[in-house]
């Protein structure tokens, strides 16, 4: 675990704050690093931890880290207390309050440092995402090691409810497979090519299993991976996913598949495209509803001409060639099923984020 704590000279020139930061960095170890410039250049953090209250530096290093899609920590330290908010009502603060509401509620979660905190942060409804977690510095009901191995608890709840920035390119392409494979049953007849994949999956450690059933499960992905694994004969590890604890994921998807009618397929599946890119307009798309896309161009026999003009007739007809270029990429769907041309551009590659969620794709 690659950890930022950042926190800013002014912050800092606070002896209990500078200590509380210091004492994380002991307990931690080599994982973490203590910086007060906001920035992560030529760095990959896993989560990066904001300590400190209108600054507008520390306000800037959260909203670079929620672009690259890199989980956050951050600890207002009491600055969002009512009786710290009411210094910030006039006129010349309210710019400052706007990026301090905006930078609160980005963050992946909120660390409290005691229970009055904590129910005030509550009552704010910026961000709900909380956990209290005692400033040794300022207490003496928690020790330095208690803090620290409750702050490392608390990070990993972070990062499983944000499982998507624990994937990596070549994790998700093991991820694409096992898909293609619990959908298409012919997809590894190959031994080769079977062969290949299972050797990738043997290289992954409990962790990166850990990581995938996780990012599956929250894309409602999971039963196609198990099946996958099953048709692939793969015994991967045993992960109970009750067991871990994460904080409320509100991404709206629609637990449903898409459907088609099998007596109007080419219209029904040109509405399943257009259910699609309303999705990805709301960000409401989970990943298995391009999974339902494959399963539907590879098994269903359909007027591959028709479709093509109807999706033209409704403007469609890009962003279809486009969700294809992805099906390439993300699943590989073959030449032989695809009714249009792919298209791979930079449209492509945001569709292709837009339904992955990943930041390394």
């Known amino acids: ?99 301090q509401k905006r930078m609160t509620s980005l963050a992946s979660a909120l660390h409290a440092t005691n229970k009055l905190e904590y129910e005030n942060l509550l009552k704010l409804n910026w961000n709900n995402r909380l956990q209290i977690i005692e400033n040794k510095e300022i207490t003496n009901d928690i020790s330095e090691e208690e803090m620290g191995s409750k702050m490392q608890v608390f990070y990993q709840k972070v990062l499983d409810s944000n499982s998507y920035s624990l994937i990596d390119h070549d994790t998700f392409n093991i991820i694409g497979n096992l898909l293609q494979a619990g959908i298409d049953k012919d997809s590894y007849q190959n031994n080769d090519t079977k062969a290949d994949l299972i050797n990738r999956l043997q290289q992954l450690k409990k962790e990166d299993w850990r990581h995938i059933f996780l990012y599956a499960s929250q894309e409602l992905i999971l039963d196609k991976l198990y099946e996958g694994l099953t048709r692939l004969q793969f015994h991967a590890p045993s992960i109970n996913l009750d067991e871990i604890e994460l904080f409320p994921i509100d991404n709206h998807y629609s637990n449903n598949k898409i459907t088609i009618d099998p007596n109007n397929l080419e219209s029904s599946l040109c509405k399943a495209f257009h259910t699609l890119h309303e999705e990805l307009k709301h960000r409401t798309a989970p990943l298995s509803h391009l999974s339902d896309l494959y399963e539907f161009l590879r098994f269903t026999s359909y007027n591959e001409d028709l479709f093509a003009e109807l999706t033209e007739k409704s403007g469609l007809y890009k962003f279809t060639s486009r969700v294809i270029g992805v099906l390439q990429d993300c699943i590989g769907l073959t030449e032989g099923f695809m009714p249009i041309l792919p298209i791979h551009d930079k449209e492509t590659d945001k569709i292709k984020k837009g339904l992955t969620k990943i930041r390394y794709l």
Do not use: R
């Not at 704590?5 to 800092?12: G, M, R």
């Not at 250049?41 to 690259?68: D, Q």
């Open 1 to 99: 675990m690659n950890i930022i704590l950042y926190i800013p000279k002014e912050t800092e020139k606070e002896e209990c704050y500078h200590q509380l930061v210091s004492a994380l960095k002991h307990q931690i170890g080599e994982d973490a690093t203590v910086t007060n410039i906001a920035s992560f250049k030529n760095t990959l953090p896993n989560l990066i931890h904001v300590f400190g209250c209108w600054n507008y530096a520390a306000a800037m290093m959260l909203f670079k880290a929620h672009k690259a899609g890199i989980p956050t920590v951050y600890s207002p330290l009491g600055g969002l207390q009512p009786w710290a908010l009411k210094k910030h009502k006039g006129d010349k603060e309210m710019k400052q309050l706007a990026y």
